[in-house]
């Protein structure tokens, strides 16, 4: 009698323990999914409305430098007659101004040709590596991510050293007698394009090697066993399985160089156009933090829609996947 008192006991307590378990797991599940989101909101949706708020304001000469400023002092009516003032007027100054559409087409098309450079040279490589012996590809992957280990300013600050014209590049080809007189690279776009290829080359390497390396390379030798030329079996199997990595190496690389301000500021000089320049001299210089803002938002309206784009094509290489 007591042995089935204590069975019933210790049933009870399972039955009661479950779904308390149940609960936690559920509050763990959700708390994983909430704190990303919770991230996104306070460190991306609510400095964006800060940054659009500003972009609707008006420059004043006052600390901030724009009214009205953020003030909810006044309770329910007075942010009310706040946002009353908010109008899109620099928006409309942007548009008419052929500064700011000049420097956001030039910084498009620097990122660009830029982001192509950059996949011509990281290719090579990343189909180099995953070729290579897989006790090998550790070693090369350091490699890949050593420049990461010092300073990205004094890595252009490396340059500077390279491409002037008493530099080491001059140098060397006035010493080989393949020049006669020291070529100009710095303050140029030629100068830029060679910063943001290097210093963002990592990054299309990284993504196009996690793709090539994953691929099935019998894939190609069934095609080359079939008659099939090496480069038409590069072009109808390897570059195709591959573009998820290209795309995802182009983001990696398009993105940040549109908005880029070191590496146009120290190698391509004071005359470069580009939009990152541009919003720092409104910050700093003019002083006019509701232009710039808006500058900002409109950047970030650009580089939103390579994201959307990429996003569709995932999607649709997935449904065609299934």
Same mark, same amino acid.
């Given at each position: 009698?007591?042995?089935?008192?204590?069975?019933?006991?210790?049933?009870?307590?399972a039955?009661?323990?479950?779904?308390?378990?149940?609960?936690?797991?559920?509050?763990?599940?959700?708390?994983?999914? +909430?704190?990303?989101?919770?991230?996104?909101?306070?460190?991306?949706?609510?400095?964006?409305?800060?940054v659009?708020?500003?972009?609707?304001?008006?420059?004043?000469?006052?600390?901030?430098?724009?009214?009205?400023?953020?003030?909810?002092?006044?309770?329910?009516?007075?942010?009310?007659?706040?946002?009353?003032?908010?109008?899109?007027? $620099?928006?409309i100054?942007?548009?008419?101004?052929?500064?700011? #559409? $000049?420097?956001?087409?030039?910084s &498009?098309?620097?990122?660009?040709?830029?982001?192509?450079?950059?996949?011509?040279?990281?290719?090579?490589?990343?189909?180099?590596?995953?070729?290579?012996?897989?006790?090998?590809?550790?070693?090369?992957?350091?490699?890949?991510?050593?420049?990461?280990?010092?300073?990205?300013?004094?890595?252009?600050?490396?340059?500077?050293g +390279?491409? @002037?014209?008493?530099?080491?590049?001059?140098?060397?080809?006035?010493?080989?007698?393949i020049?006669?007189?020291?070529?100009?690279?710095?303050?140029?776009?030629?100068?830029?394009?060679?910063? +943001?290829?290097?210093?963002?080359?990592?990054?299309?390497?990284?993504?196009?090697?996690?793709a090539?390396?994953?691929?099935?390379?019998?894939?190609?030798?069934?095609?080359?066993?079939?008659?099939?030329p090496?480069?038409?079996?590069?072009? @109808?199997?390897?570059?195709?399985?591959?573009?998820?990595? !290209?795309?995802?190496?182009?983001?990696?690389?398009? #993105?940040?160089?549109?908005?880029?301000? &070191?590496?146009?500021?120290?190698?391509?000089?004071?005359?470069?156009?580009?939009?990152?320049?541009?919003?720092?001299?409104?910050?700093?210089?003019?002083?006019?933090?509701?232009?710039?803002?808006? &500058?900002a938002?409109?950047?970030?309206?650009?580089?939103?829609?390579?994201? !959307?784009?990429?996003?569709?094509?995932?999607?649709?290489?997935?449904?065609?996947?299934?």
């Amino acid at each position: 009698m007591a042995g089935a008192t204590l069975s019933a006991t210790t049933a009870n307590g399972a039955a009661t323990a479950q779904p308390a378990t149940q609960l936690a797991n559920s509050f763990v599940s959700k708390l994983v999914i +909430i704190v990303p989101y919770a991230f996104l909101v306070i460190f991306f949706l609510v400095p964006f409305f800060i940054v659009f708020k500003i972009s609707l304001s008006q420059t004043v000469i006052a600390m901030p430098p724009y009214t009205p400023a953020f003030n909810f002092g006044g309770g329910l009516s007075g942010i009310i007659d706040q946002l009353k003032q908010l109008n899109f007027d $620099n928006y409309i100054f942007l548009t008419e101004d052929p500064l700011y #559409i $000049n420097a956001y087409f030039t910084s &498009v098309i620097v990122a660009g040709i830029s982001t192509l450079l950059t996949l011509l040279v990281g290719y090579p490589i990343a189909y180099g590596m995953s070729r290579a012996p897989a006790t090998l590809r550790p070693t090369l992957l350091m490699l890949v991510i050593l420049p990461f280990w010092t300073s990205f300013l004094i890595r252009v600050y490396a340059w500077i050293g +390279i491409l @002037k014209p008493e530099g080491l590049l001059n140098q060397l080809l006035l010493s080989t007698g393949i020049i006669s007189e020291p070529l100009i690279i710095l303050n140029t776009y030629t100068a830029i394009f060679i910063g +943001i290829v290097y210093s963002y080359l990592p990054f299309m390497i990284l993504p196009l090697y996690s793709a090539l390396e994953k691929m099935d390379y019998s894939l190609v030798e069934a095609a080359q066993d079939l008659g099939c030329p090496p480069i038409t079996a590069f072009w @109808k199997i390897t570059f195709p399985m591959s573009l998820p990595g !290209v795309l995802a190496g182009c983001l990696l690389v398009f #993105i940040p160089a549109v908005g880029e301000f &070191v590496i146009p500021d120290l190698l391509g000089g004071s005359q470069t156009l580009m939009i990152g320049r541009t919003l720092w001299n409104e910050f700093n210089n003019n002083r006019d933090w509701p232009v710039s803002s808006a &500058v900002a938002v409109l950047l970030l309206l650009v580089l939103i829609v390579p994201i !959307v784009i990429f996003q569709h094509a995932q999607a649709r290489a997935q449904e065609q996947g299934r």
